[in-house]
């Protein structure tokens, strides 16, 4: 049966659930990976008030992204999950969180240490099926509003979002301050890793324990198309949000409360 969870509930359980958990010491990790377009930056108010309820929190900066300025056509999907599974290193029982861009990169990451992930959360992000890449599952997406402000430069080999669409695409309900900030350094993505498909297995990747959060009013990745992504991954467990496609800008008390429940 599914199961969602509203806004209101989780609001309880931050204000009811944070106090206790802040005073224990928990061997909770949680590896945050953000999305095409943002960068490990990005998640700063969700990693403080998980760190408030005593988590141990690791937030990847992708290559290429944020204040990363490795060289384009040295950026793969391999090399994504590489950084990401350098990160976890050792540590066993983690909670892998993938936002948008973000989810293929926890899938392929799961897929090659299964035994060290205990739980994938997406948040509002892609959910491939083996041989799917960003760009063919965002094909079939019809409420996407991407049409109206992509920006490819194919001899470059990265795609910008046009300036005047950069918010409603992403973060119409941010606080300005963040809004302004974040079309003041917004940087094209890499193209390559979007056009990667995922080799994923029902023995690895398929075993694994998955939770979603939708984003109702997302002009990034449409309502529709995130439910059909987690409807065919057969997750069970899911939660909403009235947010953009950047839930942490808006709402990153709410966001962090549903992120340290789920790894428990």
């Known amino acids: 049966m599914k199961k969602s969870i509203t806004t209101a509930a989780v609001i ?66 391999q090399g994504y999950v590489d950084v990401v599974k350098k990160a976890i290193g050792t540590r ?64 470059s080999g990265v795609v910008g979002i046009a300036k005047e669409g950069i918010l409603d695409f992403f973060a119409a309900d941010a606080p300005k301050k ?15 890793p979007l056009a990667t498909p995922v080799a994923l297995t029902a023995a690895n990747f398929g075993k694994i324990d998955k939770v979603y959060i939708f984003t109702e009013y997302d002009h990034a990745i449409g309502l529709t198309l995130q439910k059909s992504m987690a409807k065919i991954a057969n997750i069970t467990k899911t939660y909403s949000l009235p947010t953009s496609h950047t839930p942490f800008f808006s709402q990153p008390t709410v966001v962090s409360a549903i992120l340290s429940q789920e790894a428990k």
Do not use: R
């Open 92 to 155: 066993k029982n983690i909670t892998l969180v993938g936002h948008s861009f973000g989810g293929m990169v926890i899938s392929a990451t799961a897929e090659q240490i299964p035994g060290q992930i205990k739980k994938l959360i997406y948040l509002c992000a892609y959910v491939p099926n083996n041989g799917e890449s960003l760009f063919s599952i965002s094909a079939s997406d019809k409420e996407t509003h991407i049409g109206q402000y992509i920006q490819p430069d194919e001899k």
């Open 178 to 192: 963040i809004a302004d900030g974040l079309v003041a350094n917004f940087k094209p993505e890499p193209m390559g």
């Open 12 to 77: 309880l359980m931050t204000a009811f659930g944070t106090p206790t958990q802040a005073k224990t010491v928990s061997t909770n990790t949680i590896v945050i990976v953000h999305g095409a377009w943002s960068s490990a930056a990005d998640f700063k108010n969700v990693e403080a008030e998980l760190k408030k309820s005593g988590n141990e929190v690791i937030t990847v900066n992708l290559p290429g992204h944020g204040a990363d300025n490795t060289p384009v056509a040295s950026l793969t999907l």
